[in-house]
């Protein structure tokens, strides 16, 4: 059963994260320019609403908590979600046409196990158009490469434990795409369809993967999380409630706990649209994030 966590009354809220090592959790709003974090998810009234300047897609874990490794508008950033008025600081542009940067935007995310961020990007005045790229950045060589292109809103990318096969959504075409990688070079090649979800008027959106190998998937419009395990099986449904379910991750000191991001309608009348949910899960727990290591920040 899927209960409120907290309602921040989001436009479109995205990228939850949670951190075992200090009990933290954040999130954005995406086009709501906010990003909010939780210095104790134990309690959630202590949540902090932070005004940012550009969209942020994604937030992922750095060496340092409270700091964070964002795909945003332009690039890749660090933002200090501690700080009274935190700024995006910009590692790396994804493009170099002023034009081109004008109209795309970080949508997605994950650090791999050797600490890259990977970053899909979407064209944000138009959805229907593939101009979308799958970046990876690798901190210990200051290179942001592309892996992939022609991505209409991508989103939920995840890891075997082995790390040797990479799962990514594009929402557009309701698919689940299989790669195969190189967790020593970082290359994703292969792509192929894993899953094609029935074209029933929703579609898959952010997604994270259990201690058991199974996916959980937001279905935007489905109402739904949904799990599938790594042979392409469909387990379960979990409903939420709201109709635009956008992400989900697994927090709480025994990652037993399934926190699920929704969205409003466009016209803001959606019950508890745009609100996060939270589900006691009986038989799957989550990960450890994987952690971005950015050189600055060792101390």
């Not at 109209?103 to 944000?124: F, P, Q």
């Not at 392409?232 to 000191?253: D, E, H, M």
Request: proline share 5%.
């Amino acid at each position: 059963m899927a209960n409120i966590f907290v309602t921040p009354h989001c436009n479109l809220s995205e990228s939850p994260i949670y951190d075992d090592r200090n009990n933290s959790f954040a999130w954005v709003d995406i086009p709501g320019l906010r990003a909010y974090y939780m210095p104790n998810m134990d309690d959630p009234s202590t949540y902090l609403t932070h005004e940012i300047k550009e969209k942020i897609g994604v937030l992922k874990l750095t060496n340092k908590p409270g700091i964070y490794i964002s795909g945003a508008k332009r690039g890749i950033a660090m933002i200090d979600l501690m700080a009274a008025n935190p700024e995006l600081q910009y590692l790396k542009y994804f493009y170099e046409d002023p034009a081109k940067e004008e109209i795309m935007r970080a949508n997605d995310g994950n650090v791999d196990r050797r600490g890259r961020l990977l970053v899909g990007t979407m064209n944000d005045n138009n959805e229907n158009s593939p101009d979308g790229s799958l970046f990876s950045y690798d901190h210990t060589k200051d290179e942001l490469k592309v892996l992939a292109n022609g991505y209409y809103i991508p989103n939920g990318i995840v890891w075997n434990n082995a790390s040797d096969a990479m799962y990514q959504i594009d929402s557009i075409v309701r698919t689940i795409y299989k790669f195969d990688y190189d967790i020593d070079t970082g290359d994703a090649l292969n792509r192929r369809n894993f899953v094609v979800f029935p074209d029933d008027g929703s579609v898959p959106d952010g997604m994270t993967i259990d201690s058991n190998e199974n996916l959980w998937v937001a279905k935007f419009n489905g109402g739904m999380v949904q799990q599938i395990d790594l042979n392409g099986n469909f387990l379960r449904s979990i409903n939420i409630g709201p109709p635009r379910i956008t992400c989900v991750t697994f927090a709480s000191k025994e990652l037993n706990k399934l926190i699920v991001t929704t969205a409003n309608t466009q016209d803001g009348s959606e019950d508890n649209g745009g609100e996060l949910f939270i589900i006691d899960m009986d038989e799957s727990t989550g990960y450890t994030q994987n952690v971005f290591e950015e050189s600055s920040l060792v101390h």
